[in-house]
């Protein structure tokens, strides 16, 4: 079997012949070396903050108020793409919250990534027949606690994933165990599962679109009068799952980059809602239904759609989808990296990050 290092290797070989790629060694330095990253914030500014910040926006500003000693890093989500306004840039966001005091900012896309190789792993590993079939776990909280709650016996079919949120908290602190960890997206679920107890302290805050935005209004930071630092190293099928069906077509484009003539392919089934996910599971239970891969998401459009989102979810799904577009890697493994990540955290081979490492495994 390849190893991580030849298939990074592999990566950069194929990604060079792309027109428009540069590779950039920097791009996770913010990960790997925050110390060249020094947030720019003055910290007295906390005084000047809007005094109706919402409870969790307040605790952030007064963590990163502190001795300055700890690093902080803020965890976005895939739904982040143009919630705040068409003229603002991802670069500009991870330049503003620079200046909010952040030493680094992670594209949770990037780690949607890697637990996307992980569900194709899995599916390529235990779906062998007609009969056999995944739930996929790793993206929304409502869905994994309807199957928990009302459907516990289809349990062995969803796979021991963390999702992509926990992922990126537990990389961070793997890294920098003191680091301060923020997730910013449109779900209020995300509060809750970050509390769960198997993930908790994986994540430190989790703040929403609308919480952000009051942060940036409150310290008077303009984004647009922000510098564009660009980074480019999700793929397509990590961007994508800010919608309802990215899930399932990231897991199904990255296993035909494993395996392009395997006889049992991905038949995917998606609902989005929790009525319509109930739904889909009583067709599963009673066996009408010839899909081999179910996805759920609790709200409807998928993350886009969250309670929280700057946007009308069908704007949201647009930009979601014209963000994919614009990665220079179509998956995971196309993408040198999140092979390059996986190298770091200590996976040899893609089998490693199936079998012999539980890092971005959880116990329901």
């Keep these: 079997m390849e190893t991580m290092e030849e298939l990074y290797k592999q990566a950069l070989k194929e990604a060079t012949g792309h027109e428009d790629f540069v590779y950039d060694p920097e791009q996770l330095h913010c990960l790997f070396h925050p110390d060249e990253h020094v947030p720019v914030w003055d910290r007295a ?135 301060l960890t923020v997730f910013v997206g449109p779900c209020i679920a995300k509060k809750a599962e970050a509390r769960e107890p198997d993930v908790a302290g994986e994540v430190d805050y989790v703040l929403t679109f609308q919480e952000t935005k009051e942060i940036f209004d409150g310290l008077g930071i303009s984004l647009l009068e922000q510098e564009d630092k660009v980074r480019e190293y999700s793929s397509e099928a990590g961007r994508i799952y800010a919608r309802t069906g990215g899930v399932s077509e990231a897991v199904k484009a990255t296993l035909a980059r494993l395996h392009p003539n395997r006889r049992i392919t991905l038949e995917a089934q998606q609902a989005d809602g929790v009525p319509a996910c109930k739904a889909m599971i009583e067709e599963l239970v009673a066996g009408n239904t010839t899909a081999n891969f179910f996805e759920g998401m609790g709200c409807a459009g998928g993350c886009v759609g969250g309670p929280k989102s700057l946007l009308r979810k069908e704007d949201a799904r647009e930009k979601v989808n014209a963000y994919g577009r614009k990665s220079l890697y179509k998956t995971p493994l196309d993408n040198p990296y999140v092979l390059e990540l996986l190298h770091r955290l200590n996976f040899k081979t893609l089998d490693s990050l199936l079998h012999d490492n539980e890092f971005f495994i959880r116990k329901f």
Excluded at 78 to 94: E, H, K, L, N, W
Excluded at 105 to 131: G, S
């Design 45 to 179: 500014k906390l005084e000047t903050a809007e005094p109706a910040l919402s409870k969790d926006s307040r605790a952030v500003l007064e963590t990163l108020a502190g001795d300055g000693k700890r690093k902080a890093f803020v965890l976005i989500a895939p739904a982040f793409y143009g919630q705040f306004s068409d003229a603002v840039t991802p670069g500009m966001i991870r330049a503003a919250f620079r200046q909010v005091g952040f030493d680094g900012l992670l594209e949770v896309a990037v780690f949607a990534d890697i637990l996307t190789l992980r569900e194709a792993l899995e599916f390529d590993h235990n779906i062998h027949t007609k009969r056999d079939y995944m739930l996929t776990s790793c993206c929304c909280p409502m869905w994994l606690a309807m199957i928990k709650k009302l459907y516990a016996g289809l349990i062995p079919h969803v796979p021991p994933s963390v999702s992509p949120m926990i992922a990126a908290g537990r990389t961070v602190k793997k890294l920098h165990p003191d680091a």
